[in-house]
Every structure is written in C-alpha cells, then in structure tokens.
C-alpha cells in the first residue's frame, strides 16, 4: 500500500452503539499510534503500539475506549456504548521503528455520534 | 505539565509576505519539536523537526529553549503554503506526541 489506510472514512452512530475503526499501516512498520482529533483542536495521543505489543495507553479516555494489534500490523479502535462526546476524528500513524523516524499519518475516520 | 501552545488560530498574509507562526512549549525533560502541516483534503504530514535543522518548502524554525519556544518562519510566503499547521513535541527518544491546537495560516493573492 502507498501508505497508511484507514476504513470507514466516515462513521454516524447512534449513542449507545459499539464501532470498530481499522488501520493498516504501512507495511513493515512496527509502531503505530492513534490519536483522537476533536473538532478544532490538535490530534491527542491515545494509545502506541510496537509490533503487537500494546505499550502505552494512557491517552485511552474511559474504559469503553479499546484498541489491539494481535499480529503486529492491522490494529482496530473499538468504541462501547458511544457518547455524542466520542464525536471526533481518529487518526491512526505508523512509523519504521520506535524512536528517530517519521510517523506517517492515515486520513483519519471521522465518528459522528447522534 | 507538558503543553504546546499555538496562540493564534488563524493567521492571513498576502503573498510575498514574510510569516511567522508562533509555537510555546512547556515541558520538563529534553523534548524533540516538530512542525506538521495539513493541506486542505489531505493527510497530516511532517513539515519539519528541530534536530534536522533544515529548510524545507522554505520554513525554518528554531528551537529557543530559553524562551520555550519553535517558531515557524519563511520569509515569503507563497499561496500553496495556506495550510494548517501544527507544533508538536516528543521526549526524545520517546514516542508519545504532544500537539499544539493548531493555526491555520490564509495566504492572500
């Protein structure tokens, strides 16, 4: 793939409702990140991953927030029971290695919950 | 506490301008700073970082750690450079990024 791709481009659910947003990143890159964009503010760290493991997740805002990468590349963000606040783009990136090298970002999904 | 701070939310300059866009940090231990842009319809991407110390698309910035701050600069501005632009920080060696709220810059014909 030319580069980080994530599916749906565009989510509405209906508050209370579960979603699921997938990200392949490029091929070969073992960290991947997802960050959560509310509208007109910069993206904010949710959750890194290097390889399958789940290093950080600090940035995850409740329980209801989950995201896993079993085999070291296609990671998914599951969402429980969504809130209107949960409405925001998700913005997943991958990079080479852990440390000194470029993130490169996926177009994002953009949840919209009613 | 670890923070980017953009103060200006929208920045418009004509043409042949020069520009500087305004980044603030706070933050305890040795941080990387990086600039990204967006482009309209496109992804988030990586304009420049402190350590390169490079010019690219003719924006520069330098870190100030006495002042906190990486400004943006070029010294004229070209209408292909309306974006919105972000500053960023990472602890070095680190992989967790801060991002500033962003300053969407408008530059007139």
Redesign the interface.
Known sequence: GAGVSQSPRYKVAKRGQDVALRCDPISGHVSLFWYQQALGQGPEFLTYFQNEAQLDKSGLPSDRFFAERPEGSVSTLKIQRTQQEDSAVYLCASSLEHGNTEAFFGQGTRLTVV | AQR?TQPE?LLSVFKGAPVELKCNYSYSGSP?LFWYVQYSRQ????LLRH?SRESIKGFTADLNKGETSFHLKKPFAQEEDSAMY?C?LRNT??????????TRLFVKA
């Open positions: 980017v939310k990387e992804r988030l991407q990586l350590i972000y960023a060696g680190g992989f967790k990024t801060i991002f500033g709220a962003g």
